[in-house]
């Protein structure tokens, strides 16, 4: 197997410099780009919305405890997609896997339906090195909640991947194919679980289950569940929660946040220290995908998961008394 070993990546894996905020910060007014050329771009955003909306279909086709136990297992495994491999993995490069598994976590991630792993993380770095001021594209300080939730991926600014933030990951073929074609997973997955369905209806029919049904929970409700939760570190884990280091930015920790994103809710400890596979930094901070990555590792599917930098502690230490 093809080695996946990322190019160094200094700025993001390095621990930020512990900016406090007494620091002198500029405080830029709201650009006047900020909706002003900003059009919703409603030919691509009307899947999203009918994705939604066809949540409300669980009062047609109703409910089985085999189509809630696969909502809930696919939003499990979906959300581990994108917080180990679109976010720590792609964007972050805290550890490191092989070029097989590097391209089944990315599937992983797709099948989440949050587009492709090269657009997902070089937006992501592009959060981090402007977090919470106008250049952010999903900043709730600078844009406000809607904005930040769901606005900013609606609008066609933000609509392109941009190559020049992710050269490590752009330079494998197979996932700028399926950054372009960042449809065919969720597609693919519909198809397999509506396909599931009629198989259950045909031959297991006390499960009580069919096609539509098993799309509408599989699919549409497991998948809305999934973008507002991701979505909801993008707007409240800027808003609600503590925050514990004096990040230049306004990121906070929240423990619902993390119990709902298996994590990622430790966001002002990711904001801290970007460069580590960790995101719970002390045993209470229930962090599900790091302990799911080291289990990962024990297996040997993945490796070299970074750990919180010395340098990291000691401001710890200081921070602390
Ligand atoms: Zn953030
Ligand atoms: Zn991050």
């Not at 074609?181 to 369905?197: I, S």
């Not at 006390?206 to 998948?223: E, I, K, P, R, Y």
């Not at 939760?229 to 808003?239: D, G, R």
């Not at 619902?256 to 994590?263: D, F, I, R, V, Y």
Request: charge should be positive; charged fraction near 15%.
């Amino acid at each position: 197997m093809t080695s996946a070993e990322p190019l160094a990546n200094p700025e993001l894996q390095d621990v930020p410099s512990a900016a406090t905020d007494a620091e002198p910060r500029v405080e830029l007014p709201l650009p006047p780009s900020r909706r002003v050329g900003e059009r919703i771009d409603w030919a691509r955003i009307w899947p999203f919305l009918v994705l939604q909306a066809s949540c409300l279909l669980v009062f047609v086709v109703g409910w089985s405890p085999v189509a809630v136990i696969t909502c809930v297992g696919l939003y499990l495994v979906r959300m581990f997609g994108i917080t180990a491999f679109y976010h720590r993995y792609f964007s972050h490069r805290t550890f490191r896997v092989g070029r097989g598994m590097q391209f089944v976590g990315a599937l992983l991630g797709a099948a989440a339906t949050q587009r492709g792993p090269l657009w997902w993380a070089a937006h992501h770095r592009q959060h981090h090195r402007h977090s919470d001021t106008p250049q952010d594209a999903h900043s709730p300080i600078a844009h406000g909640f809607w904005w930040a939730h769901i606005g900013w991926i609606a609008c066609r600014r933000n609509y392109a991947t941009d190559l020049d933030q992710v050269p490590d990951l752009a330079r494998f073929p197979e996932l700028r194919w399926l950054d372009r074609n960042d449809l065919v997973v969720p597609l693919a997955l519909l198809a397999g679980l509506m396909l599931f369905g009629w198989g259950l209806e045909t031959w297991a029919p006390s499960l009580g289950t069919d096609a539509l049904q098993m799309g509408v929970w599989g699919f549409s409700v497991s998948t809305t569940l999934l973008f507002h939760a991701t979505a909801s570190i993008n707007s409240l884990a800027h808003l609600i929660g503590k925050r514990v280091w004096p990040t230049k930015d306004k990121s906070r920790n929240s423990m619902a946040l993390a119990l709902l994103t298996l994590g990622e809710g430790w966001h002002n400890n990711h904001h801290w220290c970007p460069g580590t596979a960790r995101q719970g930094f002390r045993w209470w901070e229930i962090d599900l995908s790091y302990c799911a990555l080291v289990a990962l590792s024990w297996v040997g599917l993945v490796h070299d998961l970074r750990p919180i930098p010395a340098r990291a502690r000691d401001e710890a230490r200081r921070i602390r008394g």
